[in-house]
T-cell receptor, first 114, second 119 residues
Framework: KNQVEQSPQSLIILEGKNCTLQ??????????LRWYKQDTGRGPVSLTI?????NTKSNGRYTATLDADTKQSSLHITASQLSDSASYIC?????????????FGKGTKLSVKP | DTGVSQNPRHKITKRGQNVTFRCDPI?????LYWYRQTLGQGPEFLTY????????KSRLLSDRFSAERPKGSFSTLEIQRTEQGDSAMYLC?????????????????FGPGTRLTVL
């Protein structure tokens, strides 16, 4: 069964600190992996997208890594800001299958405190 | 604003009533997706359209749910005889792909969602 598991479920950090969010997946066939940021009451916004051959991708203070062998990804946030408070969702794309080709994790809820 | 828009943003209704949501995708996008998201969960796929054709429906989409995209542009999602369990955020996303059943995954752009509360 195609699944995406994220950890931790929630995380509280102080402003200015770094943090790393984890994503493990069992999706086949694998097309790509994305990280989305979802503010409360808003739709998800794409942060990064990585294909099988890419093992790191940066977007400002966000850096995503992908290990296709172990089927793990991480999202590292550097020098956190209050505006980083949101849910971060790991999404793995498959193709030729059902569910519109996207398998969503449940997200990690990040709270950045002053 | 040329992004995906959804209306209304919030809807409160009584159990048993019918509700209809609208999604306007990015204008040149040919695919349109509907998702449902409950608190603390990731979005769950409901259905998607390629132009006006509804190509896939999730088993989550019971017979009380119907979606249309009559002209291949905007889409509506109707829920009949609402139940309290229907309370959720309903998200719409759109994308541009080549070919009806492309094997390459597409980049989906999400709208702000419609939050439904069934009392």
């Amino acid at each position: 069964k195609n699944q995406v598991e994220q950890s931790p479920q929630s995380l509280i950090i102080l402003e200015g600190k770094n943090c790393t969010l984890q994503c493990n997946y069992t999706v086949s066939p694998f097309s790509n992996l994305r990280w989305y940021k979802q503010d409360t009451g808003r739709g998800p916004v794409s942060l990064t997208i990585m294909t099988f051959s890419e093992n790191t991708k940066s977007n400002g203070r966000y850096t995503a890594t992908l290990d296709a062998d172990t089927k793990q990804s991480s999202l590292h946030i550097t020098a956190s800001q209050l505006s980083d408070s949101a849910s971060y969702i790991c999404v793995v794309s498959t193709y030729g299958g059902s569910q519109g080709n996207l398998i969503f994790g449940k997200g990690t809820k990040l709270s950045v405190k002053p | 604003d040329t992004g995906v828009s959804q209306n209304p943003r919030h809807k409160i209704t009584k159990r048993g009533q019918n509700v209809t949501f609208r999604c306007d995708p990015i204008s040149e996008h040919n695919r349109l997706y509907w998702y449902r998201q409950t608190l603390g969960q990731g979005p769950e796929f409901l259905t998607y359209f390629q132009n006006e054709a509804q190509l896939e429906k999730s088993r989550l989409l019971s017979d009380r749910f119907s979606a249309e995209r009559p002209k291949g542009s905007f889409s509506t999602l109707e829920i009949q005889r609402t139940e309290q369990g229907d309370s959720a955020m309903y998200l719409c996303a759109s994308s541009l792909v080549a070919g009806e059943r492309t094997r390459r995954a597409d980049t989906q752009y999400f709208g702000p969602g419609t939050r439904l509360t069934v009392l």
